[in-house]
Nanobody, 120 residues
Framework: QVQLAESGGGLVQPGGSLRLSCAATGRIFRINDMAWFRQAPGKQRELVAS???????NYVDSVKGRFTISRDNAKKMVYLQMNTLKPEDTAVYYCYAECIDLTIVARNYWGQGTQVTVSS
């Protein structure tokens, strides 16, 4: 069983910063792509940023230059550094990972989500 657990959400003023973390635990052979998604009230879940096992990154246009995704393969963790936060960044943020477990089967996993609220 593989589990993802996010941490680091909270309330921050516009212009502030937050760092989200996500830890993957369980019977993991290898982790391929990792990503952060978000879902605001009344909106569809959207991809915010992704990172491959080789470290190649991709961002949605609205966060380019403000957010940075990174990962620590040894610790099986992915991070999202969010700077210059705006009210429109308010959402529940979800961690995603494609993991190959010890049976050498690849599956997609999601964290439970962490709330990020940007408000004065």
């Amino acid at each position: 069983q593989v589990q993802l657990a996010e941490s680091g959400g909270g309330l921050v003023q516009p212009g502030g910063s937050l760092r989200l973390s996500c830890a993957a635990t369980g019977r993991i052979f290898r982790i391929n792509d990792m990503a952060w998604f978000r879902q605001a009230p009344g909106k569809q879940r959207e991809l915010v940023a992704s990172i491959t096992g080789a470290g190649n990154t991709n961002y949605v246009d609205s966060v380019k230059g403000r957010f940075t995704i990174s990962r620590d393969n040894a610790k099986k963790m992915v991070y999202l550094q969010m700077n210059t936060l705006k009210p429109e960044d308010t959402a529940v943020y979800y961690c995603y990972a494609e993991c190959i477990d010890l049976t050498i089967v690849a599956r997609n996993y999601w964290g439970q989500g962490t709330q990020v609220t940007v408000s004065s």
